[in-house]
């Protein structure tokens, strides 16, 4: 892909670039106070949601283009630029209409190829920098997909934005981050930069500080954080809002580590990667023998190979471990079941 910056001018180069504003526009005065907060901050892009795709209804759906007359205002007076979610075709042109700088397509729209279409056919022909969230299910492809729809109505200034991936059971955050996703993200398009929304992967205000830091230190070039003067009267997302001085705070922590100085103690670390997945291997082996030998004692006592409350057993209690040791236990569950997987073709091996 041939693409452009998505760097405004005057918008400082260095990493991260930044984002932020309220999940929702509510009121005129909401807008505002926060937008000039921000831009006090040094905030130079202004986030805001006018549509808003609620899971059920009678949640807040948004105002609609009845807002889009105070983000002009946050334009005019503050100099700051607009970013606004579109999910079809008369959004875009409504956002046109009243000069919003950047647009961006969310999660649910992304994963919805026609919805996306029509948005790339509403594009064709204006230059305008596009941010695509990933898809709600974690779809590496349709996200691929939605990018090339947005390229091919001829946008080359785009960005992806990591906002996780939706599961049923919520655990620690609202959207898992499956960060392999991003990453193979940049494998296929190096070209392409990619924000963090460290607030719908959290969904907690808590969480915010330590997702920014992790997306810096995976060398991603930006974020976008929800932020609203006063999160716990938000009319959508309260919980994961952070005040602009919060954010103003969360921002200035950030270690920002240069990719390229740290090479050094890079390839130590890398140097204890192998080692592990050495020992990982040698221990994967020694399970597989102990397995075979599992296999022979079944043959000889006539017994079925797949012994189900055993494999739950083992299934339940290793998530929990996992779980425990700080590690996912979606991940944990598929690790297992490919091992129970080649132990089951090993034992076969020998029944026959
Ligand atoms: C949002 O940015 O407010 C939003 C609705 O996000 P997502 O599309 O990631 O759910
Ligand atoms: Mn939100």
Not at 56 to 71: N, R, S, V, Y
Request: proline share 5%; with cysteine.
């Amino acid at each position: 892909m041939d693409l452009q910056s998505i760097l405004l001018p005057g918008v400082d180069a260095k990493r991260p670039l930044i984002i932020a504003g309220p999940c929702s526009a509510e009121t005129e005065e909401q807008v505002m106070e926060t937008a000039r907060k921000l831009a006090e901050r040094g905030v130079k892009i202004f986030r805001a949601g006018i549509w808003k795709p609620r899971t059920k209804p009678g949640g807040f759906e948004g105002l609609g283009a009845e807002a889009l007359p105070w983000l002009k205002r946050v334009k005019t007076e503050l100099g700051m630029y607009t970013a606004v979610e579109v999910a079809t075709a008369k959004h875009v042109r409504e956002c046109l209409a009243h000069d919003v700088d950047i647009l961006w397509i969310g999660a649910r729209t992304s994963a919805n190829p026609f919805a996306v279409q029509e948005i790339a056919d509403a594009l064709e022909g204006i230059d305008i920098p596009v941010l695509i969230k990933n898809p709600v299910n974690p779809d590496l492809d349709l996200w691929i997909g939605a990018i090339e729809r947005i390229y091919n109505a001829g946008i080359r200034r785009i960005g992806a934005i990591h906002r996780g991936f939706s599961t049923a059971d919520k655990k620690i955050y609202r959207n898992l981050p499956q960060w392999h996703i991003p990453i193979e993200l940049h494998r296929q398009l190096p070209n392409l930069p990619i924000i963090c929304d460290p607030s719908h992967i959290g969904g907690k205000r808590e969480l915010i500080a330590p997702l920014c830091q992790q997306a810096m230190d995976l060398n991603f070039d930006g974020l976008i954080v929800e932020s609203h003067c006063n999160p716990d009267k938000a009319w959508s997302d309260a919980a994961q809002q952070v005040t602009p001085e919060i954010l103003d705070f969360i921002l200035n922590t950030l270690v920002i580590r240069d990719m390229t100085q740290s090479t050094e103690s890079l390839s130590a670390l890398r140097r204890q990667i192998d080692e592990l997945d050495n020992s990982l291997l040698e221990l994967l082996a020694r399970r597989m023998r102990v397995s075979v030998e599992i296999g022979v004692y079944k043959k000889e006592h006539n017994m079925p190979i797949l012994q189900a409350q055993r494999y739950d057993e083992i299934i339940s209690k290793r998530i929990t471990q996992a779980e425990q040791m700080g590690m996912d236990g979606e991940f944990m569950k598929t690790v297992l079941v490919a091992i129970h997987e080649e132990s089951v073709r090993h034992q076969m091996d020998i029944m026959k």
